[in-house]
């Protein structure tokens, strides 16, 4: 229905430079906030969600604050240190939202975004608060999985584009995505400047205001793949979701295709949507096409022409570049507003906040090709700790674990998914544990960690049950494998079968003693 597009976006022009021409009345011009960005995630071919999606997709400029890498900034002598840490367990990358000013006259606000079961990890200009606090540099990987919510806070000016840009504005190459978004016609943003100690600080500026986020927590949106290759979106939630766009582009990049379907309800799902769409020639900026249908359909909800293609060529590369399959949605409103609630002070007369939900299809056919990744990942790293983790040392196989802990995740990951992922992944370091004295060259040492990773992941495939009993951190394993040394007393080595608390808890044996240490070390390990 392009006339109905055209007349939203009409009405969001208006909105925009304050009414028609010759209204004739003495009211102030609208104070108006636009917000576009994308829910990111990775389904497998039966809809499962997978993690790993902690790296980045789109390099950022330098300049931008960044909780997992160090940074030198005037905060870090206040103690802002960044997280200087990976984060695991993301199922849900929040990335590259937005926030455009739409004023004529300058004005001061206060804005407070929150991100419900997730970490804001990336932001600029630099904010005023942000929680939860950074930690120690030294600390684990963090689980965001323990992260219930957090935010961030800026006090800024907004300042009319009909003056001059302030000149703290970064400068960036024409064609990094980051000058894509400064293609709109929007105030100015600049950071007020700090007072006191307790908010020292840069003056920052920019076209708009920037964040990204990390989840641990999955949307009720599913794309499962038949044994075909046929992708079906199916709507879990409460809410009509307004567009769903299929895209499928060839490996080379040379051929694909796309197909849009509008309201799938509550409950509802797409079937087939390539049965009438046969492959076309493509290009890295897509299609004519597939550019002016999303534009249209960005502009519908309500944002302007140059934000929608702003936004577009943000995301041109990763969208309509990469080969692969994939699904876009709109994410409804209600469920925008209760994941990332977000409070301007004074309040906007109009807010408008478009999200794109992205589902990345993984058929099964690529599981093999990720655990060659992952192997070709663990040679990367060297070193002695092999030969120093058989020999007793603790620390060698805390180094060990942080070195091949993210390959055994990804492997458990692709063949039993995240319900059963860290069983396999505590199963395969006690046997990593138990048998490390057979390793004797430390280059083997990759290939035999995946070849024991995939044993318990077949198990759990088929039914059956893993053996918990490790620590699922790596800060534990040191005490945890000095106690199990211990254990593993010398007159069990010359035995026809050696039984220890573990294989007896197999076996369904064990006295009340045993099976009281084996619960302790369960609880101990989160389990």
């Known amino acids: 229905m392009p006339h109905v597009r055209r007349s939203i976006a009409a009405a969001a022009l208006l909105v925009v430079v304050g009414g028609p021409a010759g209204a004739g009345d003495d009211r102030p011009a609208p104070f108006v906030v636009h917000e576009w960005g994308t829910f990111t995630s990775v389904q497998g071919s039966d809809g499962v969600g997978l993690e790993g999606l902690e790296h980045e997709e789109e390099a950022l400029p330098g300049f931008v604050y960044d909780r997992q890498k160090l940074r030198d900034c005037p905060l870090r002598t206040k103690g802002w240190k960044g997280l200087e840490l990976p984060a695991h367990h993301v199922t849900q990358k929040l990335?590259?939202?937005?926030?455009?000013?739409?004023?004529?006259?300058?004005?001061?606000?206060?804005v407070r975004v929150d991100f419900v079961g997730g970490l804001s990890s990336q932001w600029y200009p630099v904010v005023d608060t942000l929680g939860p606090p950074e930690g120690p540099c030294d600390a684990t990987p963090l689980d965001v999985r323990t992260v219930p919510r957090s935010f961030v806070t800026w006090d800024v000016d907004l300042l009319p584009r009909t003056g001059p840009a302030p000149a703290e504005i970064p400068t960036v190459a024409p064609q990094d995505p980051w000058a894509f978004a400064r293609d709109v016609d929007a105030a100015y943003v600049r950071t007020r400047p700090r007072q006191g100690p307790d908010r020292a600080g840069p003056v920052e500026a920019e076209h708009d205001l920037f964040y990204r986020g990390l989840g641990a927590f999955t949307l009720p949106f599913t794309a499962t793949l038949d044994d075909a290759g046929r992708p079906t979106f199916a709507n879990g939630s409460a809410e009509t979701v307004a567009h769903v766009l299929a895209l499928e582009i060839e490996e080379g990049g040379k051929r694909g295709r796309y197909d849009i379907e509008c309201g799938v309800g509550p409950g509802a799902a797409t079937k087939d949507p390539f049965a009438a769409r046969p492959l076309e020639p493509w290009t890295p900026e897509g299609s004519p096409g597939l550019r002016a249908d999303l534009t249209k359909l960005l502009v519908g909800k309500g944002l302007g022409v140059d934000e929608a293609k702003a936004m577009l060529a943000t995301w041109s590369r990763s969208w309509f570049g990469a080969p692969g399959l994939r699904l876009l949605y709109v994410v409804p409103r209600p469920l925008v507003d209760a994941r990332r609630p977000l409070r301007i002070d004074p309040a906007p007369d109009h807010l408008v906040r478009v999200l794109i939900g992205r589902i990345e299809c993984l058929p099964s056919d690529r599981v093999a090709v990720m655990e060659?990744?992952?192997?070709?990942?663990?040679?990367?790293?060297?070193?002695?700790?092999?030969?120093?983790?058989?020999?007793?040392?603790?620390?060698?196989f805390e180094r060990l674990y942080r070195r091949f802990v993210a390959v055994v995740h990804g492997i458990a990951l692709a063949r039993v998914g995240p319900s059963a992922a860290d069983d396999v992944v505590q199963e395969t370091f006690l046997a990593l544990h138990r048998s490390l004295e057979t390793v004797r060259d430390p280059a083997a040492l990759p290939g035999w960690v995946c070849a024991v990773a995939r044993r318990p992941a077949r198990l759990r495939a088929r039914g059956g049950a893993c053996v918990r009993g490790g620590p699922s951190s790596p800060r534990r394993w040191r005490s945890w494998s000095r106690s199990a040394r211990e254990r593993r007393a010398p007159a069990h080595r010359g035995s026809a079968r050696r039984t220890t608390p573990v294989t007896r808890c197999r076996a369904g044996r064990g006295s009340p003693r045993t099976r009281r240490s084996e619960r302790s070390c369960s609880a101990a390990s989160g389990g």
Do not use: I, W
């Open 95 to 110: 990335e590259t939202p937005v926030l455009y000013f739409h004023t004529t006259t300058p004005r001061r606000v206060q």
């Open 372 to 396: 060659q990744a992952l192997r070709e990942l663990a040679r990367t790293s060297g070193g002695d700790a092999p030969h120093a983790a058989r020999a007793g040392d603790g620390a060698a």
